[in-house]
């Protein structure tokens, strides 16, 4: 564990408190689609109301070029006051800390809750400039980090404010990530096994090549094995490939057996004749897949040969689909190894992105130690980086 200042080291009583959150939450016709990370941010909140802090939030909202009242954090604030059943001011300003924002805070007590609109309002935000930095931090007596999602970007709300307030410390998702990604990839429980899927080996390079230092036995799966089946000579069809990829597939291949890492590949594969549902599939050994067709899926021994790996256990980690799981008939694949990860006793831990969808979109999410709440973080930190925003924070003494 990252010995970090925690939520639980601050006294907060009579103080501001500027709270990074991850509000970046889907919002259709001005409507939530999703809480989950609203609901995900509530433990640290609620504590430091409790505590008598007063709590200022804020955080970004997709990806606004200018203001936009789309991107708005004005719903957030009504869904969060409705799940912490108080009022939650919110501070609507084009300048996120502008005339409005200075008011709403001066006028607080303790325990109140304010909102500041969406930080990629200000275009500085992503450059990490100082004077946003500098605005941000004005708020506040001290900073709580609580985004895991975003702590991979050195933006002004994620590190250029920890330089000008007095404190900083991590909030309680932030700490449970560091704790579960870390212990997992840096003080595993072995047998330690790490799956890894989704599209492209490109994303995923400083990934393979950290977790072979690590790991018992590493799983491929998903598109990105087309790849390393291409590297071992066998023809891919007109599955996904990057032909700039092969060799290094080859090499890591060669690093695995160095390092005594068990390196497992789907042995049959579910091809297709169209990225479609409704095409024509069938099932060919890895090594047999002709022209015309493509892998959407691992296959049934496949799937037999990862779950047998996963079942003894004792760490799992898995980042990425084994197929095509938003089309039912090619979700066969993703559902053995949540399956397989659900049935472990051991440490299971999803990294983000499409593999944390998936887990919850199967109904599996209750039965997994984690589930991250970052894609593109939680893949830094696999790829063993120091995330900036992770980094911007005060150690404990």
């Known amino acids: 564990m990252l010995n970090k200042k925690t939520v639980d080291d601050l006294k907060v009583s009579g103080k501001n408190v500027l709270v990074r959150c991850d509000f970046n939450v889907p919002i259709q016709d001005g409507a939530i689609t999703s809480d989950a990370r609203i609901v995900g941010a509530l433990p640290t909140i609620k504590k430091l109301i409790a505590d008598g802090g007063r709590v200022i939030l804020c955080s970004h909202l997709g990806q606004p070029k200018e203001v936009d009242p789309a991107f708005s954090l004005a719903p957030v604030a009504k869904r969060l006051g409705e799940l912490l059943d108080k009022l939650v001011v919110f501070a609507a300003d084009d300048t996120v800390v502008g005339d409005n924002a200075r008011q ?4 607080m007590k303790d325990g109140d809750v304010v909102l500041l609109e969406n930080t990629r309002f200000r275009k500085e935000e992503t450059k990490n400039g100082e004077a946003f930095s500098k605005d941000l931090a004005s708020l506040a007596d001290i900073y709580v980090d609580d985004a895991f999602g975003s702590s991979h970007r050195a933006h002004c709300s994620t590190v250029g404010v920890t330089q000008f307030v007095k404190e900083s410390a ?10 579960y990604l870390g ?3 840096n003080n595993p429980v072995r047998p330690f096994v790490a799956i890894l899927g989704g599209a492209k080996v490109s994303d995923k390079i400083n990934v393979i090549n950290n977790l072979l230092e690590k790991v018992d036995t590493l799983i491929i799966g998903g598109g990105m094995a ?5 590297a071992m000579g066998h023809g891919v069809g007109d599955s996904l490939l990057e032909a700039d990829k092969v060799e290094y597939s080859k090499q890591m291949m060669g690093k695995a057996k160095e390092k005594g890492v068990k390196l497992l590949l789907p042995i049959d594969t579910v091809v297709s004749d169209k990225f479609s549902n409704d095409s024509n599939f069938k099932t060919v050994e890895s090594s047999k897949i002709e022209d015309g067709w493509m892998g959407v899926d691992i296959g049934e021994k496949t799937r037999e040969l990862f779950a047998a790996a996963i079942k003894d256990a004792k760490t799992v980690i898995w980042n990425g689909p084994m197929g095509v799981f938003e089309m039912e008939n090619f979700n066969k694949g993703t559902i053995a190894v949540a399956q397989a990860m659900a049935d472990i006793d051991g440490m299971s831990v999803i990294g ?3 593999s944390a969808a998936a887990v919850i979109q199967l109904g599996f999410a209750d039965k997994m130690s984690h589930i991250s709440t970052g894609g593109g973080a939680s893949l830094e930190f696999l790829e063993g980086i ?6 911007a924070v005060e150690d404990r003494a």
């Open 352 to 354: 983000g992105g499409d």
């Open 183 to 185: 212990n997992a990839v």
């Open 226 to 230: 087309y790849t390393f089946l291409k």
């Open 104 to 107: 709403a805070v001066s006028g």
């Open 170 to 179: 991590v909030g309680y998702l932030m700490q449970k990530e560091i704790e």
């Open 386 to 391: 120091v995330l900036p925003g992770v980094a």
